[in-house]
């Protein structure tokens, strides 16, 4: 199971396509989810962005 955003999608290409650089990534299940998209990112090439207030884990 890949949990990245860009594994099997094109986000990739539409991010470079439209100039993007920097990434501000959101979302739920930050420890999974938010961090492999993270990863992703950063080994595409994509700079590094973040905030730590618009991201959450679930319990359980």
Request: charged share 25%.
């Given at each position: 199971m890949h949990l990245s955003s860009f594994f099997g999608t094109d986000?990739?290409?539409?991010l470079r396509q439209t100039g993007r650089q920097d990434l501000v990534l959101v979302g739920f299940m930050t420890h999974i989810c938010v961090d492999?998209?993270?990863?992703?990112?950063?080994?595409l090439g994509f700079g590094r962005q973040g905030t730590v207030a618009a991201v959450v884990e679930g319990e359980g």
């Open positions: 986000l990739d290409a539409q492999s998209t993270a990863r992703d990112a950063f080994n």
